[in-house]
């Protein structure tokens, strides 16, 4: 029989309070739970990983999305206009290196994170907006062929891991 795969998972979807408004956004799905009972979950926040205090100011990525800002071509600004590019390039550094560390070859991630969002993200204007896109982390796990699914992707990551734990 083939070895469980293991799944990196957003704290914050794990009951954590690590957002930047020092919430949650719990995710209690049946699902989720018996992937921890099976000891699949690696929990972890790539922005309290990097030193990003909770709570923080938002942060929205400008000038393009996470791609854009691992090639020096977006910024990430807080809600005052402050440049923290830097800390969460270094989030998303970490996010892939717990990742690797604990083999894992799937990820769930906060969607409309600018971190973490796998298929959608705040539009950089501070409005609300959400476009298509994914977070730096993503972008990032992505890169090194960690398949990433949002909170609401569930089904689709178990029929994945049927299809790749069958072979």
């Known amino acids: ?33 018996q992937w921890r009972n099976e000891g699949r ?40 206009g402050r440049d923290v590019t830097q800390p969460y390039v270094l989030a998303a550094w970490l996010a892939l290196q717990t990742a690797q560390s604990h083999g894992c070859r799937f990820a769930i991630m906060t969607d409309g994170s600018p971190t973490c969002g796998s298929q959608n993200v705040y539009d950089g204007s501070f409005s609300g907006a959400k476009v298509p896109g994914e977070g730096v982390a993503v972008a990032l ?24 734990e069958s072979q």
Do not use: W
Not at 51 to 68: C, F, H, K, Y
Not at 71 to 76: F, L, P, S
Not at 145 to 158: C, H, M, N, R, T
């Open 41 to 80: 979950l690696i929990t972890h926040c790539p922005e309290l990983a990097a030193g990003l205090a909770t709570p923080r100011l938002s942060a929205e990525m400008v000038n393009g999305q996470g791609i854009d800002m691992l090639n020096g071509r977006a910024q990430m600004m807080e809600s005052d």
């Open 1 to 33: 029989m083939a070895a469980k795969e293991k799944i990196l998972l957003s704290a914050c979807l794990a009951g954590h309070h690590v957002r930047y408004n020092g919430s949650d956004k719990s995710c209690t799905s049946n699902l989720l739970q």
């Open 141 to 164: 796990l992505r890169q090194h062929g960690i398949e990433v699914f949002s909170e609401y992707q569930l089904d689709a990551l178990k029929r994945r891991l049927t299809e790749v």
